[in-house]
T-cell receptor, first 111, second 114 residues
Framework: AQRVTQPEKLLSVFKGAPVELKCNYSYSGSPELFWYVQYSRQRLQLLLRHISRESIKGFTADLNKGETSFHLKKPFAQEEDSAMYYCALSGGSGGYQKVTFGIGTKLQVIP | DTGVSQDPRHKITKRGQNVTFRCDPISEHNRLYWYRQTLGQGPEFLTYFQNEAQLEKSRLLSDRFSAERPKGSFSTLEIQRTEQGDSAMYLC????????????FGPGTRLTVT
């Protein structure tokens, strides 16, 4: 079974403060981890994935297999970062990768 | 092609009625997914198509739910004898065969069962 845990439903930070959105996962194989974001009145969209090791909009996330975590970080929060963030895990076999989402964390950046 | 589209965007129905939703994926995408999202939850997987074949269904998908993807293009999700517990946002997503976990979502259909 695959599971994604996002322990915080709401995270409020001041503009310019560092942000860390937590994500822990449970999966027996080698998963692929993603962060999806949903801005107000917009559709869910991919923010970043661990295999790319990229920084998108200043956000980074490192897969820590020892701690089974994939936390999303940004050094300086901006007001436009306010959104719902979902951690997702892709795993499976036979060519099909089932995607399991966490419950999401609402990030609120206070001006 | 402007992305995944879903129709209708909102549907209000009375308990016991049947409803059908449509999803048009990105044209070159082989895979199509249906999710359900309720308030305070992330998207929950319902079913998945690879081309026209329905390859997996969640146990959340009771026998009142049926999905089709004729000719491997658009897909429909039908709910028969709707119940108030079916009220949710129904999301469709599509991806390439090679797109490991990277899915493109539609705007969703919000269903309200009264």
């Amino acid at each position: 079974a695959q599971r994604v845990t996002q322990p915080e439903k709401l995270l409020s930070v001041f503009k310019g403060a560092p942000v860390e959105l937590k994500c822990n996962y449970s999966y027996s194989g080698s998963p692929e981890l993603f962060w999806y974001v949903q801005y107000s009145r917009q559709r869910l969209q991919l923010l970043l994935r661990h295999i790319s090791r990229e920084s998108i909009k200043g956000f980074t996330a490192d897969l820590n297999k020892g701690e089974t975590s994939f936390h999303l970080k940004k050094p300086f929060a901006q007001e436009e970062d306010s959104a719902m963030y979902y951690c997702a895990l892709s795993g499976g076999s036979g060519g099909y990768q089932k995607v399991t989402f966490g419950i999401g964390t609402k990030l609120q950046v206070i001006p | 092609d402007t992305g995944v589209s879903q129709d209708p965007r909102h549907k209000i129905t009375k308990r016991g009625q049947n409803v059908t939703f449509r999803c048009d994926p990105i044209s070159e995408h082989n895979r199509l997914y249906w999710y359900r999202q309720t308030l305070g939850q992330g998207p929950e997987f319902l079913t998945y198509f690879q081309n026209e074949a329905q390859l997996e269904k969640s146990r959340l998908l009771s026998d009142r739910f049926s999905a089709e993807r004729p000719k491997g293009s658009f897909s429909t999700l039908e709910i028969q004898r709707t119940e108030q517990g079916d009220s949710a946002m129904y999301l469709c997503a599509s991806s390439l065969l090679s797109g490991r976990g990277e899915q493109y979502f539609g705007p969703g259909t919000r269903l309200t069962v009264t």
